[in-house]
Nanobody, 127 residues
Framework: QVQLVESGGGLVQAGGSLRLSCAAS????????MGWFRQAPGKEREFVAA????????YYADSVKGRFTISRDNPKNTVYLQMNSLKPEDTAVYYC????????????????????WGQGTQVTVSS
């Protein structure tokens, strides 16, 4: 079992930056592929970014490509989402998710791919 806790959300002006962190406990992240998702009010949860166990494979939603960067620090059991050039449409609750997987290169882009979820952290981008 993995417990995930997000942090780093907040209020930022358009064009600004935030770095979200997802700290894991209960299981090493070395065996877990990770993803970030977000959910805006009245909308369905959507994929943002994913990273494989090894960190060697990453994938981004088109809406954040070139602005967001997912990374991981396995010794620290933490995954990050660096968000630059933020836009008002990035406003949402951001969730990290994990899946224990054997493959070092696998990553998932659907919420149903993941077994573990954090409680979410609010990101608000003002115009």
């Amino acid at each position: 079992q993995v417990q995930l806790v997000e942090s780093g959300g907040g209020l930022v002006q358009a064009g600004g930056s935030l770095r979200l962190s997802c700290a894991a406990s209960g299981r090493t992240l070395r065996t877990t592929a990770m993803g970030w998702f977000r959910q805006a009010p009245g909308k369905e949860r959507e994929f943002v970014a994913a990273i494989s166990r090894s960190g060697g494979s990453t994938y981004y939603a088109d809406s954040v490509k070139g602005r967001f960067t997912i990374s991981r620090d396995n010794p620290k059991n933490t995954v990050y989402l660096q968000m630059n050039s933020l836009k008002p449409e990035d406003t949402a609750v951001y969730y990290c998710a994990g899946k224990a997987i054997y493959s070092i290169s696998w990553f998932g882009v659907s919420s149903t791919d993941y077994d573990y979820w954090g409680q979410g952290t609010q990101v608000t981008v003002s115009s």
